[in-house]
């Protein structure tokens, strides 16, 4: 089966790459983890009523981040590598001596 992604045509600020969606959450979850061996480790419902997904790969540290618009699409609003987890790793919390 192939994804069909549809790009929205907004660029982030800082990134070349246009905002991914696809009509359906599942579609979408199926290639993070094909692809990038990420899971879903956390989730919730902003202030407009969207449900934020945080998919990562503990292991190569790669993590995406996913809205489902209500009655909508998901959407992929950022992507990268680096992610600590915290069960991994001590987080240097800012102004405080390590």
């Known amino acids: ?6 790009p929205l045509g907004i660029s982030q600020a800082n990134s070349q790459a246009a905002r991914v969606c696809a009509p359906q ?11 990038y061996g990420e ?9 407009n009523g969207g449900f934020v997904q945080v ?5 190569t ?3 995406t981040i996913a809205i489902t ?3 909508g699409p998901t959407c992929i609003v950022s992507a990268g ?7 991994t790793a001590e ?3 800012p102004g405080l001596p390590s």
Do not use: C
């Not at 089966?1 to 549809?6: E, I, P, S, V």
């Not at 899971?39 to 202030?47: E, F, K, P, R």
């Not at 998919?55 to 292991?59: A, V």
């Open 1 to 6: 089966m192939t994804l069909a992604l549809m």
């Open 39 to 47: 899971v879903l480790t956390a989730a919730g419902v902003d202030a």
């Open 55 to 59: 998919y990562t790969n503990t292991q």
């Open 69 to 71: 618009i209500p009655g």
């Open 61 to 63: 540290g790669t993590w």
């Open 91 to 93: 987080l240097q919390k």
């Open 81 to 87: 590598e680096g992610w600590v987890h915290e069960q």
């Open 25 to 35: 959450a599942t579609a979408l979850v199926a290639q993070l983890g094909k692809e």
